[in-house]
């Protein structure tokens, strides 16, 4: 800090001594103090100002130099606020917890993006090898007796795949893409279903959809939720019948199948989560009710689930009118 700028801070506090120096001469003056007595206090009260202002600023310096130094030493400069010297006065310990707060607050935030990188890595890691499942399988078909309908599904699963990878970077997005409209929500069920007829088909699943109404919300992310939703019943629930109602800010996609154990409801939409269904059937990856549900909570649907085992589950999602 320069000494000018020093001096500066202390600019009214200067005002107000050199004030209050210029009405004690006067003061002394009018009484009949003599002149030398008022020299020699005002050269002494001037002399202790100066001394008293240096001393400050000796500190000031050694202080700054201290930070200087520590900014330099250290590689995550933004953990400063972490190393600073205590305060010592009240104004420098506002500024201490101001500054200790946003050190704290900044460290959250690097350690939240750090995570979510490495999640994101490993997501994409698991999703290298997943899709090598319906590739290999297409290459399999291709080479033995080239059965069109299987290939079909086995490429419908691979871009099943590719969307959900897509969808996943999406949620690192700042939500500019998502883009709110009315919409027919039997009309975005319609489309979901029949994105995923080749993989219905192959499941032995049937479909019906009742209703209509509108919703205000991201109609892609709502295509997208419903079909996930029917790949897991293309998984689970393979020759069972699937009924997706429709009515003005709600949609409920619901199945005949084998249900989700009540311990399991709570866990369902947690990342990597695979049921006990996954776990026999050997597939899931437990990110596609992860998926669905932070992308609806990105575009304020509400998402909830009910079930009974062995006789249906129902998923119902709430759209603010």
């Avoid at 959250?108 to 090898?129: A, G, K, P, Q, T």
């Avoid at 959900?164 to 500019?176: E, H, I, K, P």
């Avoid at 009924?243 to 996609?253: K, R, S």
């Avoid at 199945?255 to 989560?273: A, K, M, N, S, V």
Wanted: glycine residues 8%; contains cysteine; neutral net charge.
């Amino acid at each position: 800090m320069k000494f000018l700028q020093f001096l500066g801070s202390y600019a009214v506090y200067l005002f107000a001594f050199l004030l209050l120096l210029a009405v004690w001469g006067i003061m002394a003056a009018l009484i009949g103090v003599t002149a030398v007595f008022i020299l020699a206090t005002v050269l002494s009260a001037v002399a202790c100002a100066v001394i008293f202002l240096a001393f400050k600023y000796i500190i000031y310096c050694r202080r700054i130099a201290r930070i200087e130094r520590l900014k330099h030493e250290m590689d995550e400069v933004y953990l400063i606020g972490e190393m600073l010297p205590r305060p010592i006065n009240g104004i420098e310990d506002a500024y201490f917890s101001v500054m200790k707060e946003v050190s704290y607050s900044a460290v959250s935030r690097i350690e939240e993006m750090s995570r979510e990188s490495d999640e994101y890595l490993e997501y994409v890691e698991s999703w290298v090898h997943e899709i090598k499942t319906p590739l290999t399988a297409c290459s399999l078909i291709l080479a033995g007796d080239g059965d069109v309908k299987r290939l079909k599904a086995e490429l419908r699963r691979a871009d099943n795949l590719a969307e959900s990878v897509l969808f996943y970077a999406r949620l690192r997005t700042n939500g500019a893409d998502i883009k709110v409209s009315r919409f027919s929500l039997r009309e975005a069920a319609a489309e979901a279903v029949s994105n995923e007829m080749e993989l219905l088909i192959s499941a032995g699943i049937s479909v019906e959809i009742t209703g209509d109404g509108e919703a205000a919300a991201d109609r892609q992310t709502v295509v997208f939720s419903v079909k996930q939703l029917l790949v897991n019943c293309a998984k689970y629930c393979r020759g069972g019948h699937v009924t997706i109602t429709a009515e003005t800010g709600l949609l409920t996609v619901g199945d005949d199948g084998e249900g989700i154990p009540q311990h399991e409801l709570p866990l369902i939409f947690r990342r990597g989560y695979v049921g006990s269904a996954g776990r026999r059937t050997g597939g899931g990856t437990g990110m596609g009710l992860y998926l669905v549900k932070r992308t609806c909570e990105k575009c304020g649907i509400d998402v909830a689930v009910s079930s009974e085992e062995g006789k249906y589950t129902r998923f119902t999602f709430r759209f603010g009118r």
